[in-house]
């Protein structure tokens, strides 16, 4: 860089800081911001890998225990990851690509799973092919063990496949059909045709699904704990290192561990992304074009697919109601509602649940906006870094940003260990990202001159903000905010070592009761956290109308 160069950054720098102390409230937004990312994401993180020492990176590198459930942690993610993603991929591809019957009952069955804890597809597969399923045992009369790793497979490719579907759906669904029509006039088919046009169009949309899964699994927690048997990884290792052995450094020191591979896939799917261009939004006009389909065989095999994979999951989600309403599910088919009573209207978790969530939901989506906004749509010096921070929490896994709040906050002014407020914090952090993201894309369609005539008029920053971009953020609003709730709801990682005796949650309830064999009342809880989720979507449909379809993926 030349001195030229440095003297218009330094003017420029200026500049930015100057016109902020023209405007005092933007200042004092913009200074609350950098306050708080250092108080809750810079402090808890360094705090928790200045914890370990020489000796307890040693024992983790060397100890065969720590070596194995590392190895194990990649091995079993890493290959769920691929499953969950060529069954979301084919899955979304029938959807766009085919004329195939039924997509809309395809697209509703595909996101069930998600507004349903992960650990419930561990849950669903204990009941089914467990030492005394119902289909292992009731039915076929089998003596099988299918605990370990090939469980831990079946139950993360399931739980997360939703993910994988999502994101590639998206993708796949904005593809513009004029590349496709162009290659196929040029004498493109078939296979060579998806390989060369398609696929690589789609290779956003495959990278993206690769981060969000890779990173789930890699942190998962009540899979390997239900069905993993002693085939442990790093989460589940963390975790009995500082609950069972009372080793608070070798559990930290074991989720920064945990760190590395999900930075890892974060820092190459963000390198792949920005070397390859993948535009295909031109704005030439494609009005009138359709969407180049399969043929014959493959939309009538797609269609078989899909199906087998919506009934698979609705016997997932049909398992867990027949077992949480009825008196012994393979023996006594009468009904019942004690279950539900004692999981659900009974216990205090799942109002602990709602309000934590619905306040999770509130904080990230109105921070998630703010912080766009100023990123956006204001120059300023360090702007960079709210990115940068805002997006962090989701490349980390959430054992590491449960223990780190813990070990943040466990003492001094702002203790607040065995809290609600903890809780709120930890689920806010793994949130965000997904809110500041929403609000990026939703600003990124509205144009900035609106913004300038209401500043040219007299407006201040915060006015503008208020009174123009706000309402034309109503749908990206609502998303963020049900979004952010349902994962709320359902997450269990997070908050594993954040909850109390006092301030439990669902989630963890229904892990707790699954290891004690409390089957019926755990399925009765998750029964009761896919109700609550779906009275949320209905009072969020009835309110937004025709602004919001959450099945229109």
């Given at each position: 860089m030349s001195e030229k160069d440095i003297g218009h950054e330094h003017t420029g720098g200026m500049a930015e800081f100057k016109a902020l102390l023209r405007e005092p409230p933007l200042l004092i937004s913009i200074s609350v911001v950098f306050l708080l990312f250092a108080v809750f994401i810079i402090y808890p993180f360094v705090k928790i890998l200045l914890v370990p020492d020489g000796s307890d990176w040693i024992r983790a590198l060397t100890e065969e225990e720590f070596v194995l459930a590392f190895a194990h942690t990649l091995y079993s993610s890493f290959v769920a990851t691929f499953s969950a993603i060529i069954l979301g991929f084919l899955f979304a591809y029938g959807i766009h690509y085919t004329d195939m019957p039924c997509k809309r009952f395809f697209q509703v069955v595909a996101l069930l799973p998600t507004m349903a804890p992960s650990v419930v597809t561990g849950l669903a597969f204990i009941m089914?092919?467990?030492?005394?399923?119902?289909?292992?045992?009731?039915?076929?009369?089998?003596?099988?063990?299918?605990?370990?790793?090939?469980?831990?497979?079946?139950?993360?490719?399931?739980?997360?496949?939703?993910?994988?579907?999502?994101?590639?759906?998206?993708?796949?669904?904005?593809?513009?059909?004029?590349?496709?029509?162009?290659?196929?006039?040029?004498?493109?088919?078939?296979?060579?045709?998806?390989?060369?046009?398609?696929?690589?169009l789609a290779t956003p949309g495959i990278a993206s699904a690769f981060l969000l899964v890779a990173i789930n699994s890699l942190a998962d927690f009540g899979n390997p704990m239900l069905v993993g048997g002693n085939y442990q990884v790093l989460a589940t290792e963390a975790y009995t290192q500082v609950t069972g052995a009372w080793d608070l450094p070798m559990g930290a020191t074991l989720s920064v561990f945990l760190v590395i591979p999900t930075l890892i896939v974060f820092f190459i799917q963000r390198y792949y992304l920005e070397k390859n261009s993948y535009v295909t939004v031109t704005g030439k006009p494609v009005a009138g074009l359709i969407r180049v389909t399969t043929g014959p065989l493959a939309k009538w095999l797609l269609f078989a697919f899909s199906m087998l994979l919506s009934l698979g999951i609705l016997m997932i989600i049909g398992v867990v109601f027949l077992f949480a309403f009825t008196v012994a599910f393979g023996y006594d088919y009468t009904f019942t509602l004690e279950y539900f009573k004692e999981g659900v209207i009974h216990s205090h978790v799942m109002i602990n649940s709602w309000v934590a969530s619905i306040s999770t939901a509130a904080i990230t989506t109105v921070l998630g906006i703010a912080l766009a906004f100023l990123t956006i749509r204001k120059k300023f010096p360090g702007r960079t870094i709210i990115d940068f921070l805002a997006m962090l929490p989701v490349s980390l896994p959430g054992t590491f940003i449960g223990l780190a709040l813990i070990l943040a906050f466990n003492d001094g002014p702002l203790a607040m260990t065995g809290t609600l407020g903890i809780i709120i914090l930890g689920m806010a952090l793994r949130q965000l990202p997904v809110g500041y993201r929403q609000a990026v894309a939703g600003l990124k369609q509205i144009e900035g001159s609106l913004e300038e005539a209401s500043t040219n008029l007299g407006a201040n920053s915060f006015i503008t903000f208020r009174k123009i971009v706000l309402p034309m953020l109503k749908n990206s609003l609502s998303v963020s905010f049900v979004y952010a709730f349902m994962r709320s709801m359902n997450t269990l990682s997070t908050v594993i070592f954040l909850v109390s005796p006092e301030w439990n949650l669902a989630s963890i309830n229904i892990m707790s009761l699954a290891n004690q064999g409390f089957l019926p009342t755990a399925s009765a809880t998750a029964v009761g956290i896919m109700l609550v989720i779906y009275a949320t979507f209905g009072i969020v449909k009835l309110i937004l109308r025709d602004k919001i379809n959450i099945f229109d993926l």
């Open positions: 089914l092919f467990g030492r005394r399923g119902f289909i292992t045992w009731n039915l076929l009369h089998l003596k099988v063990d299918l605990y370990g790793p090939f469980g831990l497979w079946v139950a993360q490719t399931v739980a997360f496949f939703p993910l994988a579907y999502i994101t590639i759906s998206g993708v796949l669904k904005s593809i513009s059909p004029n590349l496709e029509l162009a290659a196929q006039n040029l004498g493109a088919r078939g296979w060579y045709l998806f390989r060369t046009v398609t696929l690589r």
